[in-house]
């Protein structure tokens, strides 16, 4: 037979995402002021970025990276374990360790990064890794990665999770979360899965990317939400491209598992530190976050106007009390539709479809921001509900 060519295959793939509504082309961002946005020279408010607390144009924020720029230059180098760790890197760590209450931290550039190189280098072939379905692809991918055994529970059920960590009693064992799921916005049930992993000695890991920041007190995420420590989630992983408003991720752990991370994960050891002045702007936003609680509050004031007028207009939406506020709606068609509506009405809600989330759940992820008005979370509303009903669903 002939040798298959990657471009027959590309090609035939990309068809067959047209077909099912399934193609994802860029927009280009070509200004941001806030919320405000302009994409094709329109001017559109922005609902469905990750910026819920404000920070990434924060002023304190792009000084202290202004600043740090102007002595460390803006690369680091070289990774972490050549010459690539600077004081700077040191003094975010030391920070965030005593912030969320963890004896170290580790940086790295990026959420993915973290997670691939957590499961890598903890897990190996025979070692088992339980996971929720709707856990992000990072996650996943790292299980896949380390050659372990990877069983994925149904979305938030604790007990199918134990009877899969009871399935395989050999090797060690790690059952990973997201702490709050990135397309439905809902918690993953903490205390259930810490005790359920101490009772089959396992670890547990949660990723927090949209609940660090976001809720609990100082704003340490979801594992404060239930109350949990560094003993009942011994590791913990903090991606800072979302309340944090920049870029890269907190490793949290203990002295010696963080140690083994360092010197033998693959994605840490071979990949360059992040920038010197990219850790300064994370540590100005820590202090934004510990320091400023109105900032949450003023969220959570705005996710309940959200859902209480979109609830009254009839608009079905997923059960979130988080700044992610997914907008149900089916069909990939559909979904298409309704967010070119709301584009053509001033509003840029991205459509999200399957694989990103399960087949026939297409939905628009309304996310919130500190700096939304009431006025601007009304009027998506009203768009929304005009949108919602121009485009019935299939069969309705």
């Known amino acids: ?14 068809a067959e995402r047209a077909a099912h509504d399934a193609l994802r082309p860029r927009r280009t961002i070509e200004a941001r002021d806030g919320v ?35 002595h460390h230059g803006v690369g680091s180098g070289a990774s972490a374990l050549v ?18 209450g963890y004896p170290r931290a580790l940086l790295f550039g990026s959420g993915y990064l973290a997670n691939l190189a957590v499961l890598q280098s903890l897990l190996g072939p025979g070692d088992l890794c339980v996971q929720d379905k709707r856990n992000h692809a990072c996650l996943i991918d790292g299980a896949r990665l380390a050659g372990c055994e990877l069983s994925r529970y149904p979305h938030r059920d604790a007990e199918a999770a134990l009877r899969q960590l009871m399935a395989q009693a050999d090797g060690a064992a790690l059952l990973a979360t997201d702490g709050v799921f990135s397309m439905d916005g809902d918690l993953a049930p903490l205390r259930d899965l810490a005790m359920l992993s101490r009772s089959q000695e396992a670890s547990l890991y949660v990723d927090d990317a949209h609940g660090a920041g976001v809720i609990g007190p100082e704003g340490r995420g979801s594992v404060a939400v239930a109350n949990l420590s560094a003993s009942d989630v011994p590791l913990l992983v903090v991606p800072m491209g979302k309340a944090f408003g920049g870029q890269g991720a907190l490793l949290f752990g203990s002295d010696a598992l963080l140690g083994h991370v360092a010197e033998t994960a693959r994605p840490y050891v071979y990949s360059t530190a992040p920038p010197p002045a990219m850790a300064a702007a994370m540590r100005a936003s820590l202090r934004l976050i510990r320091g400023e609680p109105w900032r949450r509050a003023k969220l959570a004031s705005l996710m309940m106007r959200f859902r209480r007028t979109a609830l009254r207009a009839g608009i079905a939406l997923g059960e979130s009390y988080t700044p992610i506020q997914p907008v149900l709606l089916g069909d990939n068609a559909r979904a298409l539709a309704v967010s070119a509506q ?22 628009l992820r309304v996310t919130l921001s500190v700096l939304h008005s009431d006025a601007q979370v009304d009027g998506l509303v009203e768009a929304l509900a005009r949108a919602c009903a121009a485009f019935e669903p299939v069969g309705a």
């Open 83 to 100: 010459c690539g760790f600077s004081a700077e890197h040191a003094a975010l760590e030391r920070e965030a360790a005593e912030w969320m």
């Open 36 to 70: 405000q946005v302009r994409v094709g020279g329109r001017a559109l408010v922005n609902f469905c970025g990750n910026d819920y607390l404000g920070l990434s144009q924060h002023l304190d924020v792009v000084a202290a990276f202004q600043e740090a720029s102007a």
């Open 1 to 14: 037979m002939p040798r298959t060519r990657l471009i027959d295959r590309v090609q035939a793939a990309r």
């Open 342 to 363: 709301l584009r053509d009405n001033g509003y840029l809600v991205a459509a999200i479809r399957p694989p990103t989330v399960p087949e026939g759940q297409a939905r």
